[in-house]
């Protein structure tokens, strides 16, 4: 399914789910010591509001400045893939893409020592396999991504949402993996987005974003299986350009990261890059 080159990438995404505790947000933590499930990440300058118990007072005195020390938590989150598997992920290499980005990131998680789960979905949950981590439960993923064919129905992000909601716990990592072809996306990551940390991965062929002027061709929806007579003269990629720009001003907006792939990208590259950006941010 992978090539040991592809694999080999793998092992270099670091997803960090480790949620990072400052003395501002660590609160009611009585006890951060050797053991307790706390490791240290870096000394800070104090800022008003912090703990004073998490002055390094020997560090200030050396330094001159207060400093404080910051700490992330030793607990993994649990991941959560949402994969979309309607019709249009049928189209051209997204297929293809999709699948090799969901087997990356279950791999990522497995060598993070993070629980990983996934939905399938189209205008329907189609497949949910809950949060685990061993590598068998990996290689099950996997083989359930790869291995799917039904790619034949509209998309409704919506009811994988409300599954979502009732089985993964409180701040977890959600990535929904799709050409983001459909009604509700943004709607629907907000929602997601109020209980838990998400990305957004979307695949576009380039061909529909610009698609070549050939006069006028008689086309069916994939989705709808609708059959219209379409002016290529009259940019008929324009519409989907403008969803395209629309979807990732209003992701933008309401603070949900966004990893918009593309043709001839090495996808697993872009992962890496994409995650050793978001760790620094």
Excluded at 51 to 80: P, T
Excluded at 261 to 277: A, C, P
Aim: charged letters at 25%; aromatic letters at 10%; glycine letters at 4%.
């Amino acid at each position: 399914m992978l090539s040991p080159e592809i694999l080999a990438k793998i092992k270099k995404i670091d997803i960090q789910t480790r949620k990072i505790l400052s003395g501002m947000s660590i609160g009611n933590y009585k006890n951060i010591s050797r053991g307790s499930g706390f490791e240290f990440e870096q000394l800070r300058d104090y800022v008003e509001g912090d703990d004073v118990r998490f002055i390094d007072w020997k560090s200030s005195a050396r330094s001159g400045k207060i400093l404080v020390r910051q700490y992330y938590e030793d607990k993994n989150r649990s991941i959560y893939l949402l994969v979309d598997v309607s019709s249009s992920i049928n189209f051209g290499q997204k297929k293809e893409i999709v699948r090799k980005i969901a087997s990356a990131l279950s791999l990522a998680a497995y060598y993070n020592k993070d629980n990983v789960g996934l939905i399938l979905f189209d205008n329907e949950v189609r497949n949910f396999i809950s949060a685990k981590c061993s590598m068998a439960h990996t290689q099950h993923l996997m083989k359930t991504v790869f291995e799917y064919q039904n790619f034949s129905n509209g998309t409704d992000i919506k009811p994988a949402v409300s599954l979502l909601l009732n089985k993964a716990k409180s701040n977890s990592l959600i990535f929904v993996i799709s050409d983001f072809i459909g009604d509700n996306f943004v709607d629907a990551l907000k929602i997601i987005s109020k209980k838990h940390d998400v990305v957004s991965i979307k695949y576009v062929e380039n061909i529909e974003l610009n698609f070549p002027d050939v006069g006028i061709l008689n086309m069916q929806d994939i989705e709808t299986k609708q059959e219209n007579l379409i002016n290529s003269s009259f940019g008929f990629s324009a519409s989907l350009q403008e969803i395209d720009i629309e979807i990732t001003k209003k992701l933008k907006q309401n603070y949900i990261d966004l990893l918009h792939l593309k043709d001839n990208e090495d996808t697993i590259d872009k992962l890496i890059l994409f995650f050793q950006k978001r760790r620094i941010k």
